[in-house]
């Protein structure tokens, strides 16, 4: 067994346990990845204003999210396919989160259901939601999140359509794996993964299969799936949801500052400043530079979080310096997951945790409400 000591320790055993095809879903971005890699670039080039003599002793990475304690100033990211990384993948990440004391969001497209999510953990979770074309099915599933006692729906607004991911068309990706030669060749190398699914609770999507009309298998399935991303998605839309839902709503996919305003005045609890991972417009700005005038502009009326880039404590340390009161991890904690399972996304967050803490100690920080643009040399 390897020492673990940072996420990309996680990330390279991931490469080796899961298939090509699922690691590569997680590993990837639209196009040229140039988004996708400016959002870890660009905090990378942010410095910290290392200070002494200072009474550290006693510190704290606790905070609220949603006015609810969490342990971290991080939730775990809605993730599709998290079930294809390893078995029963969404379940698995969410008994660790529920353990640690963060919130964990389940995607839209994952493999294991809500009601499978719910069953297996005692802590309420939030739910994602994509608005697609088939509005009564998007009504059932809010209902079926609210029956599931979710705390939060996670609306994401930055794909009615879907990006080009170049190695996902290379790979062939599908659920289950397309049985084509290369994918073949490949999976023999993964026993141990293979194996594990066998035993899985499920192997599609399991919000979509048994709960819409003519998905009875998986041709149809996928068929219906890629036809459901609704390009007419609008304010209006946001207005129903929230409607339907009732409950807390955060509005995730949010890079402009026009935009952060009108989720503010459509009643959102919180927003998040996200270019989905750099998956979507590729030569969009990164996240963190986005974050500042967001904050900014609409920060003091309704929490502003961010997601993009964040693999480490120092990551994590730096998005709440510009101004952050809360982060998504997505990438991190699913090359944990596809690494060890359950133990891997603890180790994630484990790691991220213990980052934070060592950092803003030589920081001459004691306390996440203590941290402020003065953290950095270089604020955006």
């Not at 809010?142 to 930055?158: G, H, K, N, P, Q």
């Not at 009643?267 to 967001?294: E, Y």
């Not at 596809?338 to 991220?352: H, K, R, S």
Request: with cysteine.
């Amino acid at each position: 067994m390897p020492v673990i000591t940072c996420i990309e320790d996680l990330r390279q055993l991931h490469r080796k346990k899961a298939p090509k095809a699922f690691f590569e879903y997680v590993d990837s971005g639209s196009y040229s990845e140039g988004t996708y890699h400016a959002n870890s670039a660009d905090l990378a080039a942010l410095k910290l204003r290392q200070r002494v003599a200072v009474n550290v002793e006693h510190r704290s990475t606790a905070t609220t999210m949603l006015g609810t304690p969490v342990a971290l100033p991080v939730a775990l990211a809605p993730v599709g396919l998290s079930g294809m990384q390893w078995a029963d993948g969404e379940i698995l990440a969410a008994r660790a989160a529920e353990k640690f004391g963060v919130p964990y969001t389940l995607s839209t497209m994952s493999i294991c259901s809500i009601e499978d999510v719910a069953a297996a953990t005692s802590a309420p979770f939030w739910f994602q939601l994509y608005v697609m074309r088939d509005r009564g099915y998007i009504r059932r599933l809010i209902e079926r999140a609210r029956a599931a006692r979710c705390s939060a729906l996670v609306l994401t607004l930055d794909l009615p359509l879907l990006g080009q991911r170049h190695k996902d068309l290379k790979n062939g990706l599908s659920v289950p794996p397309q049985l084509k030669l290369s994918n073949i060749l490949d999976l023999m190398t993964k026993p141990a993964w293979a194996l594990r699914m066998l035993g899985a609770k499920r192997r599609v999507f399991g919000n979509i299969a048994g709960h819409v009309e003519g998905t009875e298998n998986l041709v149809s399935l996928s068929q219906w799936t890629a036809s459901q991303f609704d390009p007419t998605l609008n304010w209006q839309d946001v207005e129903w949801v929230k409607n339907e839902w009732g409950g807390k709503l955060v509005l995730k996919g949010i890079q402009d500052v026009d935009d952060a305003k009108i989720a503010l005045a459509s009643g959102a609890d919180a927003i998040v400043v996200s270019n989905h991972g750099g998956r979507q417009l590729d030569g969009a700005q990164s996240s963190i530079r986005s974050l500042p005038p967001i904050v900014e502009a609409v920060g003091d009326q309704l929490e502003v979080w961010m997601d993009g880039g964040i693999r480490s404590g120092q990551d994590l340390l730096k998005a709440l310096a510009l101004g952050a009161r809360g982060t998504l991890i997505g990438r991190a904690y699913n090359f944990g997951l596809g690494a060890l399972g359950e133990a891997g996304v603890t180790a994630a967050l484990d790691i991220i945790a213990k980052e934070l803490d060592i950092s803003m100690a030589l920081c001459g920080v004691r306390n996440v409400g203590e941290i402020t643009s003065k953290v950095v040399l270089n604020p955006y």
